[in-house]
């Protein structure tokens, strides 16, 4: 006759069931948010920048996550409106995520940084260039200098390189804590490198306006050179009025206005346009081939200095929670790891988590943004 087993050799297979379901069992996601605009006038800004983010999450992700578990990406649209930005940031918040991604625009950026701040929230800026935000101890990091780097270094350009002596500006007030940052900065130092402003023009894209009356006003004082720091879409409409009543005055953008939407939208307005850039679309490195192949198989178009931007961004918050998920002390885990090894070189951060990157100039050619300088 069969004794019965102890009740603790009958538990055994249950009790190893249970420890095997446990060891196997997902663990809890690695929650990070991205914050942009996907929808609207400045859509080409935003879901560049969003697409940057999925393609290192989705990278890492394949590699096992960070610290043995997975992450998840929140994406929040903020319609380049400051209270939907906070709206945004505060779901973000009651999500649960370690961090945002974003915003991409520094208007939206200098408003939203304070909640952040009180949330206890790291933001790591996309492209958000703004000097409001410098040397501020504050909830916030970026992987990309300022907009008084960018400004003058296209101002000293455009006078010591190429010559010109009138400048004529036109910039966007719906994104004025970049746009005029940027044109302060280039006006400066055109003037101090012996050039002349001969108009200064702000306009609100977020309504109507008369394109063609601004652009005769932007012509009337007779200027060599027209600088427009506003978004793709405005930029080519500029264009298109510019060259309509002038084929050959120069024409420039800054950064922002220098996206894929603004060849396919400018056409033969936007050609031989200068503009300065955040990156170098000409890199053969292999850490950008591989980057940029990855990106034009998955997402079908090029890039550009968002995409680039956000990933180096995306995988600068990667390598800190690969160290420590957790929110605490994150921004402290960012800066000790700096400088940090960027698709195209590495990224300078100093103790406030603003970054240092090259500049190159570009010319708009057959369609195309090239590296001229």
Known sequence: MNQPRPVLLRLLPVVLLAVLLVACAEKEPVRIGFMGGVSGRFADLGTTGRNGVMLAVEWRNER??????????????????????????????????????????????AAIVPEADRAGMLLVGGTVTTSGLTGKDDNFVRTISTTSEYGSHAARSYRQHYGYKRAALIYDLANRDYTENWANEFSRTFISEGGKIVKSQGFDSRTEKDYAALAAQLLQSKPDLVVIAANSVDGALFAQKLRQRDVHVRLAGSAWTGTQRLMELGGAAVEGMLIEQYYNQDDSSESYRRFR?????????????????????????????????????????????????????????????????????????????????
């Open 64 to 109: 096992g996550g960070v610290a043995g578990r997975k992450i998840t990406l929140s994406i929040k649209d903020d319609q380049q409106d400051p209270e939907k930005a906070r709206q945004a940031l505060k779901e973000l918040v009651a999500e649960g995520v370690t961090a945002v991604l974003g915003p991409m625009t520094s208007s939206i950026a």
């Open 293 to 373: 192949e990855a990106y034009l198989k998955r997402f079908g178009y090029e890039p550009g200095f968002a995409g680039v931007v956000a990933f180096d961004a995306a995988n600068m918050l990667l390598d800190a929670l690969a160290e420590n998920p957790d929110r605490k002390g994150l921004k402290e885990r960012i800066l000790k790891r700096a400088p940090f090894k960027g698709v195209q070189g590495d990224i300078a951060i100093d103790a406030y988590g603003d970054a240092q990157r090259p500049i190159t100039m570009t010319e708009v050619r057959d369609g195309k943004i090239i590296v001229v300088r």
